[in-house]
């Protein structure tokens, strides 16, 4: 399946954590972005775009890649502007028809009202499985963005994958584990294919198992011939 990384960003926040992400994936990166850019002025910037978000708009983008249509799987990074996505996100959700692409989405915010956002966001995209909410690299909560990152890396890496075990020997605690490690992975019974692999012997192997045999037989031989009443388990090891 091919992944792609598509991400808005205003301040660089979502581009230097997207670039991370698709590096980890091996997913394409693009950047969308206004064709109109907002303001310069900071407090013009941040009145334009909230309102741009809080009302749902969605102004002319460009840096959509020409095949959007050949990726399946589509992680998509947004700043939050007034609690909601970028109004460049709303544009390529709802006029580039990748919303049941969309399966993981990564926001940045410096007030964690990243809720508010994914709740948006979910009523749009119905196949979202996996989301992180990231904090500004210049707020305090920023210290834990390496470790919530990882951890949604490897959500986007299993979604939709499955992990083989063997369900014949696998303890309650190691599933419990499995599973708690790996959420988004389905776990599926391999046990045949284990006692398959299991019989499929090297050379080597089959001479160091005939020698295993051969001492076996050698110490049951013994052993039976010293067996009797009266003869303790210890007096019987002792012939090993």
């Not at 009266?230 to 019987?236: A, H, L, T, Y």
């Given at each position: 399946m091919s992944k792609a990384v598509i991400y808005y960003s205003l301040t660089g926040n979502t581009k230097e954590a997207a670039k991370e992400i698709a590096r980890k994936l091996?997913?394409?990166?693009?950047?969308?972005?206004?064709a109109k850019p907002l303001?310069?002025?900071p407090a013009a910037k941040m009145l334009v775009g909230g309102m741009q978000s809080t009302f749902g708009r969605t102004p002319k983008i460009k840096g959509v890649p020409d095949n959007i249509d050949y990726y399946d799987e589509i992680i998509l990074g947004t700043p939050i502007w007034a609690g909601l996505p970028a109004s460049p996100v709303n544009t390529f959700i709802k006029k580039y028809g990748v919303a049941d692409r969309i399966n993981a989405v990564f926001t940045f915010s410096g007030g964690?009202?990243?809720?508010?956002?994914i709740a948006q966001l979910s009523k749009k995209l119905k196949n979202l499985k996996s989301e992180v909410?990231?904090?500004?690299?210049?707020?305090?909560?920023?210290?834990?963005?390496?470790e919530k990152l990882e951890q949604f890396v490897k959500a986007c890496d299993l979604a939709d994958k499955r992990i083989g075990v063997e369900m014949d020997y696998l303890t309650v605690p190691y599933y419990n584990m499995i599973c708690e490690k790996f959420p988004e992975a389905q776990l599926v019974d391999i046990s045949d294919l284990f006692v398959y692999a299991r019989s499929i012997k090297t050379e080597e192997e089959i001479k160091m198992?005939?020698?295993l045999c051969r001492i076996a037989d050698h110490g049951f031989t013994q052993?039976?011939?010293?067996?009797?009443?009266?003869?303790?388990?210890?007096?019987?090891?002792d012939c090993f």
């Open positions: 091996g997913a394409k990166l693009f950047e969308i972005d206004l303001p310069r002025k964690g009202d990243n809720d508010r956002c909410a990231l904090a500004d690299r210049h707020s305090d909560k920023a210290k834990d963005n390496k198992f005939r020698e052993v039976s011939r010293m067996a009797g009443i009266g003869v303790s388990e210890k007096e019987m090891s």
